[in-house]
């Protein structure tokens, strides 16, 4: 899970420094960053097959409980 602001536009070529080449389709990546829909640290996760959400479904429910 992201919860940093890495990877939020304009900075879409940072992501947490991870062992991303170590990451399977055994793997899920949530990242709390929304825009970009999809993250870099998203992007290098799905490339190893892992399952990925960005945090856009999670703003969309916080509004609607707000």
């Known amino acids: 899970i992201n919860t ?3 990877g939020t536009f304009p ?4 992501c947490p420094p991870l062992p991303y ?3 399977t389709n ?3 990546f949530f990242d709390l960053v929304y825009n970009p829909p999809k993250t870099l640290f998203l992007s290098l996760a799905e490339k190893n ?3 990925i959400e960005n945090g856009s479904q999670m703003l969309a429910i916080h509004a609607e409980e707000s």
């Open 11 to 14: 900075n879409v070529d940072e």
């Open 4 to 6: 940093t602001p890495l």
């Open 26 to 28: 055994q793997h899920y």
């Open 49 to 51: 097959g892992a399952i």
């Open 21 to 23: 080449d170590s990451v």
